[in-house]
């Protein structure tokens, strides 16, 4: 009865121990599709309203591209996942990617 009662105690703390371990690498997923979304959808407003020429839509466009090519490659390296390494490196490159859509956007154009 003993035996069952720490049985079931361990039960009851590992399941939940075992669930949050394996949503975090889908979260950390999600973060960054989400965030190539948006970085998406800011380029194409950009360019849609005019604070974009189409020629730098279509660099911003190319760079993301290239980032999300990165990311895909370094997920088949790992069998799926990203290290921490490689996500602070994806990271980078989408705040940089950011940060150049932002000043794009808001460059003032003569003419």
Known sequence: ?????YLLVAAFTVA???TFAQAAPAQEKNQIIKREF?????IG???RR??????????????????HRHMRA???RNHG?????????????QM????????????HRIG
């Not at 009865?1 to 009662?5: A, D, Q, S, T, V």
């Not at 996942?81 to 602070?88: K, P, S």
């Open 1 to 5: 009865m003993k035996l069952f009662k």
């Open 16 to 18: 939940p121990a075992l």
């Open 38 to 42: 948006n970085q998406q959808r800011r």
């Open 45 to 47: 407003n950009g360019t």
């Open 50 to 67: 005019g604070a974009l020429t189409p020629r730098q839509g279509a660099r911003l466009e190319r760079q993301q591209m290239r980032i």
């Open 74 to 76: 370094m997920r088949a």
């Open 81 to 93: 996942r990203l290290t921490m390494r490689q996500h602070r490196v994806i990271h980078r490159r």
């Open 96 to 107: 940089i990617a950011s940060r150049r859509i932002h000043r794009a956007r808001h460059m």
